[in-house]
Every structure is written in structure tokens, then in C-alpha cells.
């Protein structure tokens, strides 16, 4: 088929290659000159695992293009996805205005002579954001358009996005029509998934349901994790035992400093703001969201009790994406962490195995060194921090470590390590809601 995406960042970029992996002819839209002229000469503007070689292999084998004109990705794709961001408001509303630019430009590009089109909003935007859609390309196009409006709400999870787009769990379609599930299951055919066909409300919802309900199960253990260090017992072999319970499922219940990056903080705050609105408050996520937002307080007063003032000490940090295998640092929690030490007066060195640049775009106090490896940026320092779950950072020589650190004093906001193995080290070793 061919297929069209507008808006080439983690999720356009990667669902994209995919979709071409699998046999469409797809042409991804950015209106980013500078990322299209990036993936023009083959780089790729982003680092996720697999994406690259998955990118060569279909632009030479002519299943897939980039550009900056959306008449062109229109005239193109019978299927044209938006993936655009849909960032939040200091209120906690979504920023819709990305959808609806590309809701009218989609409009102006199409002609009746083009045939049926089929509109599907896979970025994650709230429930009857559909309806809008319809409404604004209704509005903007010429008379005689055929199209339809679909909700495919997008899944994969940033360092595993390739697998979860080749193999997903499910596949969800919010449809009105009948002549739009249809071609959606045309798309989808390649997949071997699941695929669950609802309204285009109820798609929608799915999204914002479904993160909220990840993002609570790690503040229902981050909140354990408190009790257990309260109480002396280890959050891990709690999580165990629950987990094992298959209507619980031990995913999503590992006690760390909390989540952050592009989707979880900002589809939380959503779904609360669209509960509110609809009269409905869902004071529970209100409570997930406070949890989550006291982890980091909580761990730089572990760290306090220790260092006791951070003005001029120096502490590494191993970690600056929001996640491991990511070079993504949107609402990072390490930058957090970073940021608030740094503001009390610490010497930040970091280090992050793919986030260097990202995190120096973002823009960093200027006390903040970054390191090349983690080893350098354990040089001289008072302590070191894990603030991301790299597996990378475990395989470390911890010797080395120890010998270049001024005191072997770790504490690991991830859970990364062994306690008794770093204490058998000689490291005094902190961690959350472990003794
Ligand atoms: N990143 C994730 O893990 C993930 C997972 C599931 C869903 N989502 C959702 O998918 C959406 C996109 O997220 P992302 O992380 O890919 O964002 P992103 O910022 O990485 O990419 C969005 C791209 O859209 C482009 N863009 C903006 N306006 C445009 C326009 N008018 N025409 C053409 N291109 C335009 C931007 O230049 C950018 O390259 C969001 O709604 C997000 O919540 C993200």
C-alpha cells in the first residue's frame, strides 16, 4: 500500500521504516528541513536500536522517501498518519495545535481527483480529538473529498521501538466506517497481532488509560519501596512475590526514582486534565503523579544525609536519558536530579552512553561536566549517582572504580546493582526501598 507519515520523529520515523519493512511504499513528512536533510544524506537523527540499518535497507530498496511538503505526502499515501507532538500546557491540557496545523494542511492538499483518503491520528491526543479532526479537515477542504478519520493510537516504547512496531502486542483501531477499517486492516496485514476494532473514542481513550495504568503500577511500588525501607524489608523480593501473581504481572513494579521522558508525565497530567473536564476527577492519578514527583526529592535527601552540604562537592552521575537504550532526554528524571543538585552547588560530572549531545542540547548548568565514560566521571568524586538503568553502567570494573573515586559512596536511583556485591567491593551502597 501506499502510505504516507507526517511528522518523522521516534514514533513517524521508526513506524515508518516499519511499515516499509513490511512491503509499503511509505513517504515520511517533516516539516524539520534539517532532520529531512539529515535523513536525505542517510543519517538518522535519532539513536534507536536497529533503526538505522532498518532505515538503509528500504530507502535503497525504494520503499521509502523523505520530505518537507505534505501536498506531496498526501498526493502520495491512501493512508496518511499523523505523528506529530502533542506536548502539554503548564495546566496539564494537551497542546493540540500541532494536529490541527497539520489537520488544515492535510485539508488544503487534498483534491477530490486524489480519491479516498483514510486520516489517522497516531499521535496521543485526547478522547473526541477525532471529531475535531473530521470537523477541521471538513472545513478546509474542497467539495467532493472522500475521507475518513481513524484513531490508530501508537504503542512502542522508545529502545525497544522496532520490535514493538514488527511484533505489538495489539493493534488498536478506532474506526466510524466500515471503508476505513477495511484499508487499516490492509495496513496491518503483514503483522501477526492481535487487533482490537473499536469507535474512535474508545481508541483514544485506550491510550491515555493504558499509560496512566503503567504509570501507576510504578508508583504503587515506589510507594512500597518506601515502606520497605521504613520497615527493613527489600522492595525486590516484594515485587517478586507479587508479580508472580499472573493477574498482577511483575512488569512495571521495579522501585527506582520514578518516570519521566516525553510520554508518561505529560499523558498522566492529560488524562487528568480530560477527567476534570468531563466532570469525572481521577483523583487516584492525582495521588500517582504526587508519588512519582517526591521520588527524586526523596533520594537527594538519602544523598544529603551523607554528603550533608553539596555546595563544591564533587558527585558523578551515570545516566542523562530518560531511559536505558535511548538517547532521549525529554523530561528526563536525571536531568532533574542533575538541575537540583547542581542548584544546591554540587560539581555535576555525568555520563550517558548515547545521550551526551541530546543532553547538551537540552542545556545544562554550567557546573556540569559531561564525560565521555563513566569511569572518567567517577574521577575524584564524593559520590556517585545511578540515575539511569543503562545495563552498560553494571558491567563497569568496579575496582576501577573504587580507586578512582575520593570515597566509594554509591547510591543507585535505579536499582541497578547488587548491595552485597558492592559492599563486598568496599562501596557503601545505597538504593531504594532495599536494605
Ligand atoms: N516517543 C514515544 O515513545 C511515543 C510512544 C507512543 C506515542 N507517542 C506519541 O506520538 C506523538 C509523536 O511523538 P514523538 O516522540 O515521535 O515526537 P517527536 O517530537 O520525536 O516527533 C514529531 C515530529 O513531528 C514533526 N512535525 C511537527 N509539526 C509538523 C508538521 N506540521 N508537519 C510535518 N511534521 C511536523 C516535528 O518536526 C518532529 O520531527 C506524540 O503525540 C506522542 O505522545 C510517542
Redesign the pocket.
Known amino acids: 500500500m501506499k502510505l504516507t507519515i507526517?511528522?518523522?520523529?521516534?514514533?513517524?520515523?521508526?513506524t515508518g521504516a516499519c511499515f516499509a519493512e513490511v512491503g509499503h511504499e511509505v513517504v515520511c513528512?517533516?516539516?524539520?528541513e534539517q532532520?529531512v536533510a539529515t535523513l536525505l544524506e542517510g543519517r538518522i537523527?535519532?539513536y534507536e536500536p536497529g533503526l538505522e540499518e532498518l532505515v538503509h535497507r528500504n530507502v535503497a530498496a525504494g520503499r521509502l522517501r523523505f520530505t518537507?511538503s505534505?501536498p506531496e505526502g498526501v498526493a502520495h499515501g491512501t493512508v496518511v498518519f499523523i505523528?506529530?507532538?502533542?506536548?502539554p500546557q503548564p495546566d496539564g491540557s494537551?497542546d493540540l495545535t500541532?494536529?490541527e496545523?497539520?489537520a488544515r494542511?492535510i485539508a488544503t492538499s487534498l483534491t477530490p481527483d486524489l480519491g479516498y483518503r483514510v486520516i489517522v491520528d497516531?499521535?496521543?491526543?485526547p478522547v473526541k480529538t477525532g471529531e475535531k479532526v473530521a470537523d477541521t479537515v471538513r472545513r478546509y477542504a474542497p467539495d467532493g473529498v472522500e475521507f475518513d478519520v481513524v484513531s490508530n493510537?501508537?504503542?512502542?516504547?522508545?529502545g525497544s521501538?522496532v520490535g514493538d512496531l514488527m511484533e505489538p502486542d495489539r493493534i488498536v483501531i478506532g474506526a466510524n466506517s466500515d471503508r476505513a477499517i477495511a484499508e487499516m486492516q490492509r495496513v496491518y496485514s503483514p503483522f501477526v497481532a492481535p487487533v482490537l476494532i473499536t469507535d474512535i473514542n474508545s481508541a483514544e481513550l485506550i491510550?491515555h488509560a493504558a499509560n496512566s495504568f503503567l504509570a501507576l503500577k510504578i508508583s504503587y511500588i515506589n510507594h512500597v519501596a518506601r515502606i520497605c525501607e521504613a520497615s527493613g524489608a527489600d522492595v525486590e523480593k516484594v515485587a517478586d512475590g507479587i508479580g508472580m501473581d499472573e493477574r498482577i504481572g511483575r512488569s512495571f513494579l521495579n522501585a527506582g526514582l520514578g518516570y519521566g521522558?516525553?510520554?508518561f508525565p505529560?499523558?498522566i497530567a492529560a488524562f487528568i486534565h480530560i477527567a476534570d473536564q468531563l466532570g469525572t476527577p481521577f483523583t487516584l492519578l492525582k495521588e500517582v503523579q504526587a508519588i512519582n514527583g517526591s521520588m527524586v526529592s526523596h533520594f537527594i535527601d538519602k544523598i544529603r544525609e551523607k554528603l550533608w552540604v553539596f555546595q563544591d562537592k564533587k558527585i558523578a552521575v551515570w545516566g542523562l536519558a530518560f531511559k536505558a537504550n535511548t538517547d532521549?532526554v525529554?523530561s528526563s528524571v536525571a536531568i532533574e536530579l542533575i538541575r537540583r543538585l547542581a542548584a544546591e552547588g554540587a560539581q555535576i560530572s555525568a555520563s550517558d552512553p548515547k545521550a551526551l549531545d541530546t543532553a547538551r542540547a537540552a542545556g545544562l548548568p554550567d557546573t556540569v561536566t559531561l564525560c565521555e565514560s563513566p569511569l572518567e566521571a567517577a574521577q575524584g568524586a564524593e559520590a556517585l549517582v545511578i540515575a539511569t538503568e543503562w545495563l552498560h553502567f553494571a558491567d563497569v570494573d568496579f575496582h576501577e572504580v573504587r580507586k578512582q573515586m575520593h570515597t566509594p559512596l554509591v547510591f543507585d536511583g535505579r536499582n541497578l546493582l547488587d548491595p552485597s556485591a558492592m559492599r563486598h567491593l568496599g562501596f557503601e551502597y545505597h538504593s531504594i526501598g532495599r536494605p
Open positions: 507526517i511528522g518523522s520523529g521516534y514514533v513517524g520515523l521508526t513528512v517533516d516539516n524539520n532532520k537523527p535519532i518537507t505534505t505523528a506529530v507532538p502533542t506536548p494537551v500541532y494536529i496545523r497539520v494542511e497516531k499521535s496521543t491526543v493510537p501508537e504503542f512502542l516504547r522508545e521501538a491510550k521522558g516525553s510520554c505529560k499523558d532521549d525529554r
